[in-house]
């Protein structure tokens, strides 16, 4: 129930305002007008392109910080329950709020940690092309392919730890992530089923409660409210 409160109290807000940006993008990507060139080229010819853009990128903002701030919010929650220690949702959700911006800062520094593993093995493929093999060059894409797909993997899933360890220790950055590498060393089959796991879990449960909603919806008369109100109950939802 705790858990449940902190999630909802974050979720719900943004939901709603998703839900309203949404339908504010559908209105305006309606008066959007294009005009085609003999030469086959598409000029968008209305001024409501920056509102478009700038809407979707409130999205993205809004969904990502709901999501840092309900996942170190959940962390937190679960943890303390683990440790036996007492919890209540003010406090986690005051905690979550203190911390979010060293959940943010791990998040970042694993999107980076991934670059040079994808610019070191797209390099491998322009060295094979430049062979002007093709034996080369299938090579080349099976070991970027099995190679960089598996260490990514095997990284991000070794780095999952690192919010938790944020949430609950006094590691923060880089020391979160070496902590989380520390933690799944021996144990990363373990962490990556129970992620697998959880994924599959909430994948089924809100591809049925979306069809629910959507089904709701679908009696309500206007389409772009109905739209918007519906994109805001899966952004709860997820």
Same mark, same amino acid.
């Given at each position: 129930?705790?858990?449940?409160?902190?999630?909802? !109290?974050? $979720?719900?807000? $943004?939901?709603?305002? @998703?839900?309203?940006?949404?339908?504010?993008?559908?209105?305006?990507?309606?008066?959007?007008?294009?005009?085609?060139?003999?030469?086959?080229?598409?000029?968008?010819?209305?001024?409501?392109?920056?509102?478009?853009?700038? #809407?979707?990128?409130?999205?993205? !903002?809004?969904? +990502?910080? %709901?999501?840092?701030?309900?996942?170190?919010?959940?962390?937190?929650? !679960?943890?303390?329950?683990?440790?036996?220690?007492? =919890?209540?949702? *003010?406090? $986690?959700?005051? +905690?979550?709020? %203190? *911390?979010?911006?060293?959940?943010?800062? !791990?998040?970042?520094?694993?999107?980076?940690?991934?670059?040079?593993?994808? =610019?070191?093995?797209?390099?491998?493929?322009?060295?094979?092309?430049?062979?002007?093999?093709?034996?080369?060059?299938?090579?080349?894409?099976?070991?970027?392919?099995?190679? #960089?797909?598996?260490? @990514?993997?095997?990284?991000?899933?070794?780095?999952?730890?690192?919010?938790?360890?944020?949430?609950?220790?006094?590691?923060? &950055?880089? /020391? /979160?992530?070496?902590?989380?590498?520390?933690?799944?060393?021996?144990?990363?089959?373990?962490?990556? &089923?129970?992620?697998?796991?959880?994924?599959?879990?909430?994948?089924?449960?809100?591809?049925?409660?979306?069809?629910? +909603?959507?089904?709701? @919806?679908?009696?309500? *008369?206007?389409?772009?409210?109905?739209?918007?109100? @519906?994109?805001?109950?899966?952004?709860?939802?997820?």
């Amino acid at each position: 129930l705790t858990l449940s409160k902190a999630v909802l !109290v974050v $979720a719900a807000p $943004a939901a709603v305002l @998703l839900g309203l940006i949404t339908m504010s993008i559908s209105a305006t990507a309606s008066n959007i007008t294009t005009t085609t060139s003999p030469f086959n080229t598409t000029t968008i010819t209305s001024g409501n392109l920056e509102t478009l853009l700038g #809407g979707e990128l409130a999205i993205v !903002v809004i969904s +990502f910080l %709901a999501t840092s701030l309900a996942t170190a919010v959940c962390f937190r929650v !679960v943890g303390n329950t683990y440790l036996g220690q007492p =919890v209540e949702w *003010r406090g $986690a959700l005051r +905690f979550g709020l %203190a *911390r979010l911006g060293s959940v943010i800062w !791990v998040q970042f520094l694993i999107a980076l940690a991934t670059v040079p593993i994808g =610019v070191v093995f797209f390099l491998i493929i322009i060295l094979g092309l430049l062979t002007h093999s093709g034996a080369v060059v299938a090579l080349a894409i099976i070991v970027t392919v099995i190679g #960089g797909g598996g260490l @990514l993997i095997w990284f991000n899933i070794a780095a999952r730890l690192a919010i938790p360890i944020v949430m609950l220790e006094e590691a923060r &950055g880089v /020391a /979160a992530i070496r902590r989380s590498l520390t933690l799944c060393r021996g144990t990363w089959w373990s962490v990556f &089923g129970t992620q697998f796991l959880a994924w599959l879990l909430v994948a089924i449960a809100s591809s049925v409660i979306a069809a629910l +909603f959507e089904a709701l @919806l679908s009696f309500m *008369r206007s389409g772009t409210v109905g739209q918007g109100f @519906l994109t805001a109950i899966t952004q709860l939802i997820t």
